[in-house]
């Protein structure tokens, strides 16, 4: 074995390594019938090489489909994932390996984040269902009152002869809830009707799930160049210096000597 060989022996069993690692974190076919709920499905998954093949045409909708649902805040991720994977003919290990993006540690911020993004969107393209303010009181022509729609200013009452209970007490919780959703709620001295609460409720859902796919197609994307870029040059450069293991020779075509 000469010099060249055996580096490239060394290069070969230290990428082996490195996959392993990676590997460890996706669900591998070895290993997938240990998985709950989709491990009942590992004779089938098995027969199905699209869900372990890492050519680009099933790595790309995996990108792209895994970073949406990750940012989904609903249960059972992994078999939506794999029904996504059967439907769109695209890897799993790499969409099973995406839904450990959002965990208890990363769950709030992605929350936060993508209902902010949500409801920017919402309110940009004029989709959110914002009540009406109400109409500006109507001025008569011919009035003697320059300001007929102002009101005069009231003096506050003497600190004396406040009542005892004018004294608002703090409520940071529900100061923050009216900043996150005071368009969309009634004035606090008015109670939440549970017309008020579905409403409230279906904008919290629209604002999540838009701003989930908007961030999640972001995300793939990203994930999308980086494997074009990095991945894909990086295969073909190592293929094309793989050295050559065996050497034919030419066939003689040279006739038999006569006797």
């Not at 869900?51 to 895994?66: C, E, H, K, T, V």
Request: a positive charge; one cysteine or more; glycine letters at 6%.
């Amino acid at each position: 074995m000469t010099a060249e060989e055996n580096n490239y022996r060394l290069r070969h069993f230290a990428r082996i390594r490195r996959a392993k690692f990676w590997l460890k974190y996706m669900p591998r076919r070895a290993r997938f019938h240990t998985y709950p709920v989709v491990g009942r499905f590992s004779a089938f998954a098995r027969k199905r090489n699209y869900l372990w093949s890492f050519n680009y045409i099933n790595i790309r909708p995996a990108l792209y489909l895994g970073s949406v649902l990750t940012l989904i805040p609903i249960p059972g991720q992994l078999p939506l994932g794999f029904l996504l994977c059967l439907l769109f003919r695209s890897n799993f290990m790499v969409m099973g390996a995406l839904q450990f993006v959002s965990n208890p540690a990363t769950g709030p911020f992605f929350l936060y984040g993508t209902y902010k993004l949500g409801a920017v969107t919402l309110d940009i393209t004029s989709l959110s269902s914002r009540p009406e303010p109400p109409p500006a009181p109507a001025v008569f022509e011919g009035s003697l009152n320059p300001a007929p729609g102002i009101a005069p200013p009231q003096d506050a009452a003497p600190p004396d002869l406040a009542p005892p209970d004018a004294e608002t007490k703090p409520t940071p919780w529900l100061d923050r809830f009216y900043r996150m959703l005071g368009d969309h709620l009634p004035p606090r001295d008015q109670p939440i009707t549970a017309q008020a609460w579905v409403k409230i409720a279906m904008h919290l859902l629209a604002a999540q799930l838009l701003g989930a796919i908007i961030a999640g197609l972001a995300m793939g994307a990203a994930l999308d160049l980086l494997w074009r870029w990095l991945m894909i040059p990086a295969v073909r450069h190592r293929l094309a210096r793989k050295p050559v293991t065996a050497v034919v020779s030419p066939h003689d075509t040279s006739l038999p000597p006569t006797s």
